[in-house]
């Protein structure tokens, strides 16, 4: 690069970096963007959807630096001067993020991102040292002049050369300090003791200004000689945890060791603790040993564990006796720690067939906040009972309990055939239920509790009001009433399923079989697995684009978009949805709240990004005939609006029946007319809750000559959504649910039926995997010779056969595993997961959450790409980070889980299907 390049402006920066002029350029895997995409890259989302429906030229002249850029520039200054430290940390992520993506693999050459980061001109009086590191740590680079005093490592020199490009020469010499943290601690640390320095870069430090507390520690460690008070100690640790995780500065295991064996005192006991976590074999144990000798809490709790599971890392033996010991001085502590050792307590005292002591310790740990302490108390209570005494359900009386004659109700009741079964209709669920209950209920006897009504608040209710009758039952009765008892309600799933696993969690270890019937939900998997969206691929194999046009009003356009995500295609296809409704504002706000990783996520995670398009369905039939008339007159307009003429799978989902009926009729006319050949017949659903509504939409046709083609003759339209979904005998024997329950039962063997309907995430990702069978297939070519024969048993299990025989060839496993992944991961973005790093694990694991995946917050680091897998690196990384606290912890492979997973294609389809 020659000595005399300078780079004035943004546009500048991002040409030197993005393009390269001889080899590569200096970062990679981006490519080439245009102003707007690097703006969505480099700065944070609100500045982003502040400015890029606005005008254009506003980024031109903000990149130019034109003196016409003052609209942007000026909110970029507002942003700094009202919380620089959040603007800086964000535009941060977003530069660690490109410089080195989830697969940790660096994406850029540091050597040219130096050279060219010294060629910015910034400003002749602003000049001060910096070097820039590399993150893998192969030593410092050359020198160049920045704004800062301090090193840094190679996103963080981006970050604040980008965000200083972005405001000078406008911003005041204040806000140009605060990019670069010169600022005022400098100046005033000559009046402070270091131990006052030491408490307020703490402050700093919780505030979540990393990098600003991590060189105020720095600045404080070389006027430490020698450890003499506790202070001193964690000034060591905290500045070796943030070396260790690359916090505030770029990780650096070999400048950590050096800090945590420096940090040790018995002022200090975290000290030995944390050291142990970096050692392995004897030497971790010995200073595992220390901590816990100064009374540590985490390290008693740690060593107990060790002792009692006999830890493999620190090679030593079972010894229940050390274990006891550990547990015993544990338990005296409150909190998390305290309550976990006194419940391993109560698990050694009931080991040693010590009843009375272990529920005594049950109790302890359970007053202290222990979840498993309460449980097992409750199983000690229950422990006379035995479920597999009431296994065998008989036939002999069955009783169908209804509460009203509305909704869904009515498609159950009408399609009771079974003269043996007793039904039973009421309006309320309250008292009527429970005496009717004691005086028919024998345990010989079987009672399912349909609450299918119309008024979604009523279902819940009485939902509630029977779980609760049925829990105080079952305690005083003993009867688990698991097998005999089922309930069916209806209402929006989110709000049951969060309602109904707290139900339960309180109620532990009672459940019961309660199904959620969502219409929405079972509408769009009805829809899925009955009418494959590969059916364009599967009429025009020529086709690689699958462009899926939802139109309409009603939110079950929400549900439709999100299994359409989940659900795998070849891997040579593209798939587009668009959303055309008068509420497509709204739905994409409510969209990417309910599902923030499918816009967060790593580029490198495949999955489909929805459009939503404000329209009304008015406007989009004349939009196509616009269109129709252009092309047939030769004009072939580039347009947007040219999505919805070139859909190949159509939805019709407005809140009217007869509307969704008459639009996909129009539809058809009028795409039929674009093609001068008359072969224009994409598919067409049309949602119709009504049964006599989607009998007629299925029947439509025209003309009464029957010879004449079917695009000549019918309007070919599938109906689905109907309530005739919730008919008694699809209810019972619902293929997709007996699907996800032989998936569950391979994840979890031992305590199938239990986790299935205690914890509805669990029945949620194992009906997912279930709707995702016939994909799965598809997605290696096998498939019938007409689509309209899947759901019939005989083909689904032919086709079953083919692909275990395709898994037997080479390569074939292994390339299954990672299409399961792949879809796993879309899966998961769809349910508001997003992607956790190894250092975010490794923080909320430090913080007391015991499994590698954050429930709560739904973060999860096996959300990534198939290569970070492979390697079994990630992997071996997270489940050091767990089992470092709790060896009790199982962390899969995920490679090995979706190996297994497709092994069992064959024989989860062959039982999914009821016995004829």
């Known amino acids: 690069m020659a000595k005399n390049v300078c780079y004035y402006t943004l546009s500048d920066l991002f040409y030197a970096l993005f393009t390269a002029e001889e080899g590569d350029p200096a970062i990679q895997g981006i490519g080439k963007c245009n102003r707007e995409m690097y703006f969505k890259l480099f700065y944070p989302k609100e500045l982003y959807d502040k400015y890029i429906s606005k005008s254009k030229s506003n980024l031109t002249w903000f990149f130019n630096n034109d003196y016409k850029n003052k609209a942007v520039k000026r909110t970029l200054i507002e942003m700094l001067e009202k919380d620089s430290n959040s603007m800086i940390q964000e535009v941060h992520r977003k530069c660690r993020e490109i410089l080195w993506p989830s697969a940790g693999h660096a994406s850029f050459d540091s050597v040219k991102l130096l050279q060219i980061l010294s060629c910015v001109k910034i400003s002749g009086s ?14 410092k680079l050359q020198s160049c002049k920045l704004l800062s005093y301090y090193e840094i490592d190679a996103s963080s020199a981006l970050a604040r050369m980008i965000l200083t490009l972005s405001v000078l020469p406008d911003a005041s010499e204040e806000v140009v300090g605060r990019l670069w943290e010169a600022g005022s601690i400098k100046k005033e640390k000559e009046r402070q003791t270091d131990e006052e320095l030491f408490r307020y870069y703490q402050l700093i430090d919780q505030e979540g200004k990393k990098e600003e507390a991590f060189h105020g520690y720095a600045e404080l460690i070389p006027s430490v000689k020698k450890i003499t008070q506790e202070w001193e100690s964690k000034l060591y640790v905290r500045v070796a945890t943030m070396l260790v995780r690359g916090e505030g500065h770029h990780a650096d295991a070999k400048k950590a060791m050096e800090y945590f064996k420096a940090s040790l005192s018995d002022m200090n006991p975290e000290s030995y603790y944390l050291y142990s976590h970096q050692l392995n074999g004897k030497e971790a144990l010995k200073n595992l040993q220390k901590a816990a000798d100064l009374l ?55 080991e040693n067939s010590d009843t009375q002591e272990a529920l005594e310790m049950y109790r302890h740990a359970a007053e202290k906040g222990s979840h498993e302490a309460y449980e097992r108390l409750l199983q000690l209570k229950w422990e006379s009972y035995d479920p597999k005494d009431h296994q065998k359900q008989t036939t002999e009386k069955k009783y169908d309990w209804i509460n009203g004659l509305t909704g869904a109700n009515r498609s159950f009741i009408r399609s009771l055939s079974d003269t043996k079964r007793a039904t039973v209709l009421v309006d309320t669920a309250d008292q009527e239920f429970g005496n009717w209950f004691e005086k028919t209920y024998k345990k010989e006897e079987y009672i399912e509790i349909i609450l299918l009504s119309e008024d979604e608040k009523k279902n819940m209710d009485d939902c509630i009001s029977v779980i609760r009758f049925l829990y105080r039952y079952a305690k005083i009765n003993g009867d688990s009433l698991i097998d005999h008892v089922k309930i069916y309600v209806a209402g929006q799933h989110d709000t049951l399923t969060v309602l109904l696993d707290n139900l339960f969690v309180s109620m532990r270890p009672f459940y019961l079989q309660v199904y959620v019937c969502d219409m929405h939900e079972d509408a769009a998997a009805d829809l899925f697995t009955k009418a494959p969206l590969f059916i364009p691929c599967m009429e025009h194999p020529d086709h690689k684009t699958i462009r899926m046009n939802i139109i309409g009003n009603s939110n079950i356009i929400l549900s439709l978009i999100r299994h359409a995500i989940r659900l795998p295609l070849p891997s040579d296809a593209d798939m587009e949805i668009h959303a055309f409704s008068q509420k497509a504002e709204d739905m994409e706000k409510r969209f990417y709240d309910e599902c923030p990783g499918i816009q967060l996520a790593s580029p490198m995670i495949k999955r489909v990004q929805p459009v939503f398009h404000q329209t009304s ?47 996909g009729c129009a539809l058809r006319r009028e795409l039929l007319k674009t093609s001068s050949d008359f072969d224009r017949t994409p598919f067409i659903a049309v949602y119709t809750r009504d049964e006599i509504s989607s009998i007629l939409a299925s029947s439509m046709q025209e003309g009464t000559v029957i010879q004449m083609p079917n695009q000549f003759s019918r309007y070919d339209l599938f109906p689905f959504g109907s309530y005739g979904m919730y008919a008694s005998e699809l209810l019972r024997n619902n293929v997709l649910e007996n699907r996800a329950y032989a998936i569950h039962s391979f994840y979890n063997p031992e305590d199938t039926q239990k986790t299935y309907f205690a914890r509805s995430f669990n029945r949620d990702s194992s009906k997912a995997e279930a709707e995702s069978l016939i ?37 074939h496993l292994m390339q299954a595993a990672e299409w399961e992944h792949d879809r796993w991961n879309a899966m998961m973005l769809t349910y508001g997961w997003e992607q956790a790093s190894v250092s975010r694990v490794s923080s909320y694991v430090q913080q007391g959450n015991p499994g590698h995946q954050m429930n709560l917050a739904k973060l999860h680091p096996f959300i990534c790409e198939w290569e970070a897998l492979r390697s079994g690196k990630l992997t071996e990384e997270i489940r050091d980070i767990v089992n470092g606290l709790y060896p009790e912890k199982t962390v899969y492979n995920p490679v090995e889980f979706d190996q297994k997973s497709v092994q069992e294609t064959e024989r989860i389809i062959n039982g999914s299907f009821p016995e004829e």
Not at 784 to 807: F, I, M, R, S
């Open 775 to 811: 994909y799965r297939l598809f997605q290696t070519g096998i498939c019938p010779d007409d689509w309209h024969e899947y759901g019939n048993a005989k083909t689904e299990k032919q086709l079953a056969v083919q692909y275990t025989a395709w898994l037997q060839k080479e390569n």
């Open 617 to 663: 369905h008015t406007d989009i039939l004349r939009t196509v005939r616009t269109l129709r008339l252009e092309r047939l007159s030769g004009i072939n307009k580039k347009d947007i609006d040219e999505t919805i003429i070139d859909g190949n799978y159509y939805v019709i989902c407005t809140e009217d029946d007869m509307e969704n009926i008459r639009i």
């Open 296 to 350: 540590y809490p985490l390290a008693l709790r740690e060593l107990g564990n060790a002792y009692y599971f006999s830890g493999e890392r620190l090679d030593c033996q079972k010894d229940m006796t050390l274990a006891r010991e550990c547990y015993q001085k544990g338990s005296v502590y409150e909190g998390e720690t305290g309550a976990y050792c006194a419940y391993m307590l109560g698990r050694i005292h009931e």
């Open 126 to 139: 602003i000049n001060a040292s910096c070097k820039i590191i590399d993150k893998d740590n192969t030593g």
